[in-house]
């Protein structure tokens, strides 16, 4: 299938290290923070959340943590491996109401065996 | 089903034909997005549905692009004279208010519309 990856920021890790995305987000009325996780030919699959009255939220093996005062997100991955492998995304929303999601640019994770 | 669908998954048209693309959402989800992804980009947004209350249709790029959903379920985007930049891929996503806070969206796999 076609590479959703091409002219984007690729972070390169060994299987077993720890990953840590970066996101900076545009607008400061965002209240809702999403990280989509998308492989090639595939629609994006939410990961983890994250409102903005919370600093930090864990899931299985994924962290999201949330700066407000530079708008700025981060993915951190524990444990990487193979099937980690793809474009990560994060997406803000504007309101708590059902509203559309803003994507950033989205990085490129390629998870050496 | 069990997640969103769309089809086709995969379209060609001529430069100028009418092309339809639909979206079934997860049963019982209320919302109904529409974004387009163009190759090495993130998803933008297009529309908007609550039921079958159009409530948002700022990211629609020209007069060419119309949506609906009729019955508050099944969706179509259509595209009228099409041109080669509206080549990209066409996702649909479904959510549902009754998740309390949550909006997350659910992501269908998406329709690759190419114009030659």
């Known amino acids: 299938g076609e590479s959703v990856g091409l002219h984007l920021p690729t972070l390169s890790v060994q299987e077993g290290d720890n990953s840590i995305i970066n996101c900076a987000y545009s607008n400061s009325a965002s209240d809702y923070f999403i990280w989509y996780k998308q492989e090639s030919g595939k629609g994006p699959q939410f990961i983890i959340d994250i409102r903005s009255n919370m600093d930090k939220r864990q899931g299985q093996r994924v962290t999201v943590l949330l700066n407000k005062t530079v708008k700025h997100l981060s993915l951190q991955i524990a444990a990487t491996q193979p099937g980690d492998s793809a474009v990560y995304f994060c997406a803000e929303n504007l309101g708590g109401s059902q509203g559309n999601l803003i994507f950033g640019k989205g990085t490129k994770l390629s998870v050496k065996p | 089903g069990a997640g969103v669908s769309q089809s086709p998954r995969y379209k060609v048209a001529k430069r100028g034909q009418d092309v339809a693309l639909r979206c079934d959402p997860i049963s019982g989800h209320v919302s109904l997005f529409w974004y387009q992804q163009a190759l090495g980009q993130g998803p933008e947004f297009l529309t908007y549905?609550?039921?079958?209350?159009?409530?948002?249709k700022s990211g629609l790029p020209s007069d060419r692009f119309f949506a609906e959903r009729p019955e508050g379920s099944v969706s179509t985007l259509k595209i009228q004279r099409t041109q080669q930049e509206d080549s990209a891929v066409y996702l649909c996503?479904?959510?549902?208010?009754?998740?309390?806070?949550?909006?997350?969206?659910?992501f269908g796999p998406g329709t690759r519309l190419t114009v030659l």
């Open positions: 549905f609550q039921n079958e209350a159009q409530l948002d």
């Open positions: 996503a479904s959510s549902s208010p009754g998740q309390g806070q949550r909006n997350e969206q659910f």
